[in-house]
Structures are given as C-alpha cells and as structure tokens.
C-alpha cells in the first residue's frame, strides 16, 4: 500500500529528529562521563606541598602601624584597633594568585585533600588586604591622605581585588596630572581577575581621557 506523500514525509522526520536525538544523547552522556572522570581524577590527585615562594609574605614595616595622630580619644581608639587588626592579619599564612584558578584546578596542583588549606589561605589574604584598606579609609577620613595612601599603595602593589585602593590611588595621581602612574596602574589591572575589574577600568579610562583633555 503506497502512503500519502504528506504521511511519508512525517514519518522520515521523525525517524531524522529520533536519530538526532539519539546521537545528542550520546554525546551528552560523554560529556557527563568526562566530567566525571576529571573530577574524580582532581578529587584523588596525590597531596603536593605549597611551594613557600608561592605564600604571601607582607612586608607591613612600609605601613604606619605604630604611628600616632592628633586624635579625638574616641578616634585615637579606633585608629589603634585598625592597626591592631592589620598586624593580626599579617602574621596568617596567605596565598594569592593574579589569575583566580578553578577548584579542580587547584585541587590537581595541590591535591584534593589540600583545597581546604589552599582556599583557606586564599582567605587569609582577602582578611589582610580588607584590613590595610580599611586602615587607609580611616585615615583619609580624618585627613591623613599621605599615610592613606601608603596603605592603599600597599594594597595595589599586592594586586588585591578590592576597588577602593586603586581609585584612591588613580585619584591621587590625576590630581598631580601623573598619567604615567595612572597608565601603569591599569596595566597591572588588566592582568589580574578581580570582580571590579571593569569597574576600575572604567575609572581609569574616564580619568585619562581627561587628563588627555586639558
């Protein structure tokens, strides 16, 4: 018996959209299997020691840590507990990496059982680099831009991925019409994955255009 024409051509589709399917299926399926594979593989890759060249170790003597002011008690107080807390933080052990690697990636650089650490310590120098921050917005809050910008030029030389510092800085050397300076910081920031990137580039663009202006 001959099928209509319409009727043939719905069933080639369908047999057409099966083995499609069936081919994508497949194809999924490895898909799935490999990632498997690679994240058992990272899960059990052997332990490996963190190379000490690779731990951040602050040189905090550059910072103003011990130094007074003419402040209010209430002020004195608070300065002296920013300070406290930046020593605190720089004696934890501390890595950073410029480009941010993927867990698996660390975990087959340093072992799985080792991500902990590793994160861990990755932690340790956002702690650090959040509390010299914070000790240079305390003090240009209270008009102490010289030392504040010795914290937060502490905290771009570390290539942290807080914003404030970078801004602070790039501020600092347009208002001395220092574009070299300016330049420089946002080829270092181009190198680094930090989440305010774009937002630092973006300042950055704005204050050369400018400084190219005048």
């Known amino acids: 018996m001959n099928l209509p024409p319409f009727l043939i ?9 099966n083995i499609v399917l069936a081919v994508r299926s497949r194809s999924k399926n490895k898909g ?20 000490a060249e690779m731990l951040y170790v602050p040189d905090t003597s550059v910072l103003p840590l ?7 008690e209430r002020n004195a107080e608070k300065l002296k507990l920013k300070q406290e807390n930046v020593s605190r933080k720089a004696s934890l052990g501390m890595l950073h990496f410029l480009k941010s690697p993927t867990n698996k990636e660390l975990k087959l650089a340093y072992g799985g059982l080792n991500l902990q650490k590793v994160v861990l310590l990755e932690e340790h120098f956002s702690q650090f680099m ?39 800085m ?5 208002e001395k019409k ?11 920031v181009e190198g680094l994955s930090i989440p305010a990137k774009d937002k630092i580039i973006a300042h950055l ?6 400084q190219n202006a005048e």
Do not use: Q
Request: net charge negative; proline share 4%.
């Open 130 to 168: 959040f509390a010299v921050c914070g000790l240079g917005e305390f003090l240009s809050d209270n008009g102490l831009n010289e030392d504040a910008s010795v914290c937060f030029n502490f905290c771009v030389e570390a290539n942290c991925d807080i914003s404030k510092p970078y801004i602070f």
């Open 205 to 210: 663009d704005s204050l050369l255009t400018g």
């Open 32 to 51: 799935v299997e490999k990632f498997i594979e690679e994240e058992y593989a990272a899960d059990n890759a052997p332990i490996k020691p963190i190379p």
């Open 170 to 174: 790039s501020n600092a050397y347009a």
């Open 9 to 17: 051509t719905i069933v080639a589709f369908a047999l057409v959209l």
């Open 66 to 72: 011990t130094k007074k002011y003419d402040l209010d």
């Open 178 to 188: 220092d574009i070299a300076k300016i330049k420089g910081i946002r080829t270092r």
